[in-house]
C-alpha cells in the first residue's frame, strides 16, 4: 500500500446532549446571576446537564454519540482499529475512558487512547488520528469527544463565573483512510501548549500532588482566570489560524467555514474581527449548549453538516484554546 497517498476522510459524526435544559434564569435559584448578565458576558443561554441522580460519566454520553456516528458512517464497532477519546471529565480518576468506552461497545481488545487536551481536544485528536492513518497504523478510528461537567460545578455564589459557562454533551466521528493524489483531508496542523499559564485554568484535585491542606480547603473547585484566558485566546486564536493557513498554502478567503471551540461567543466574536471574517463563515453554537469543552468542536461539526454549511469540497479550519494551556489550528478539506 501507498501511504504517502493515505488521506484522513471524515466518514461521519454524531452528537449526544444531555437531557436536563437548564436555562439562564434556572441559575438564579442557586446563585446570584441574571439571564441578562450571562448573556452579556458570554453569549450562552442555555445549557444541558446530567439529571442530579443520574449515575451518567462521560463514556456513556459518549457510547450515545458513537452509535449515531457508527450508523451513519456503515460501521460496525468491529470495524474500529482506534478509539481516540478526548476528555477532562473522566467517568473516574483512571482508568481512562476510552477503555471504558470500548467494553461499552461490546469490543474485545481494541486500543484505546485517552487525550487531556480539553478544549483541543479535537485538534490534537484530528491530528493523532491523521497521523495513525497516513503511517497505516490504523484505517478505522472513532474518535470522541465527552464532558460529564455539572456534578463537579459548584452551584453557589463562589462558583458562578464557571458554573453558568458550561454544558454536557457528546460529539463523536467515524475517521476512515483512503488512498488520492487529490488535495484532501488533513491540509495542514499547527498545534501549542504552554504549561506556564496552566494554573490560569484548572481544577486541583484530584491529584498525585495532594496535600493535607489541599483536602483541608477542599480545593476540588475549577479555577479560572476568566480575564486572561479571554485575553490570550483573542491573541493565539488568529495568530495559530494564520499558522495554519500559511503552511496550507491558503487565504482566509479559501476557508468556507470557521468552526471554532464554543468557550465565549465574545472570544469568537472578537476573533472573527480581528481577522476580518465575513458574517456566517464562523459557526457559533455556544448559545444553545454553553461550553462542553472537548464535545464543543465535534457537536458544531455535527450540526454544520446536518445543516449543510459543509459539504463534499468543503474547506473548514478548526480552531480552540484551553486549559493546558494548548490550543491550535487544523484545516480539513471535505470529500
Not at 3 to 27: C, E, F, H, Q
Not at 44 to 56: A, L, M, N
Request: include cysteine; charged fraction near 25%; charge should be negative.
Amino acid at each position: 500500500m501507498d501511504y504517502y497517498n493515505r488521506k484522513m476522510l471524515l466518514k461521519s459524526t454524531g452528537r449526544y446532549i444531555a437531557p436536563w435544559l437548564v436555562k439562564n434564569d434556572d441559575l438564579a435559584q442557586w446563585m446570584d446571576t441574571s439571564d441578562e448578565w450571562i448573556r452579556q458576558r458570554t453569549g450562552i443561554e442555555q445549557r444541558y446537564w446530567v439529571p442530579e441522580d443520574g449515575d451518567i460519566g462521560a463514556s456513556d454520553l459518549g457510547l450515545e454519540a458513537s452509535k449515531i456516528a457508527l450508523e451513519r458512517a456503515g460501521w460496525t464497532p468491529e470495524d474500529i482499529d482506534l478509539i481516540i477519546f478526548g476528555t477532562l471529565s473522566p467517568d473516574m480518576h483512571f482508568p481512562g475512558s476510552g477503555c471504558l468506552l470500548q467494553h461499552k461497545l461490546g469490543l474485545d481488545t481494541t486500543p484505546a487512547l485517552d487525550i487531556r487536551q480539553q478544549c483541543s481536544a479535537f485538534l490534537y485528536g484530528l491530528t493523532t488520528a491523521d497521523a495513525f492513518i497516513r503511517s497505516g497504523h490504523a484505517n478505522r478510528i472513532l474518535f470522541v469527544g465527552a464532558e460529564v461537567h455539572s456534578p463537579a460545578l459548584v452551584k453557589a455564589d463562589r462558583g458562578r463565573d464557571v458554573t453558568v459557562i458550561f454544558g454536557d454533551g457528546a460529539g463523536a466521528a467515524c475517521l476512515e483512510g483512503v488512498e488520492t493524489d487529490e488535495p484532501v483531508g488533513v491540509i495542514s496542523s499547527v498545534l501549542h501548549s504552554q504549561g506556564e499559564f496552566a494554573r490560569s485554568l484548572m481544577m486541583p484535585l484530584p491529584a498525585s500532588r495532594i496535600t493535607e491542606e489541599d483536602v483541608r480547603e477542599g480545593r476540588h473547585d475549577a479555577y479560572m482566570d476568566g480575564r486572561n484566558i479571554f485575553k490570550t485566546a483573542v491573541r493565539k486564536l488568529p495568530e495559530v489560524a494564520n499558522e495554519a493557513l500559511e503552511k496550507a498554502g491558503l487565504s482566509i478567503d479559501d476557508i468556507d467555514i470557521i468552526i471554532p471551540h464554543q468557550a465565549n461567543l465574545r472570544i469568537n466574536q472578537a476573533v472573527q474581527k480581528s481577522m476580518n471574517i465575513p458574517d456566517g463563515k464562523m459557526y457559533n453554537n455556544i448559545h444553545r449548549y454553553g461550553n462542553m469543552t472537548a464535545a464543543s468542536i465535534p457537536v458544531a461539526l455535527d450540526e454544520a453538516i446536518e445543516e449543510k454549511l459543509v459539504d463534499k469540497g468543503s474547506t473548514v479550519l478548526f480552531l480552540g484554546l484551553g486549559a493546558g494551556l494548548t490550543w491550535g489550528g487544523v484545516i480539513y478539506r471535505h470529500f
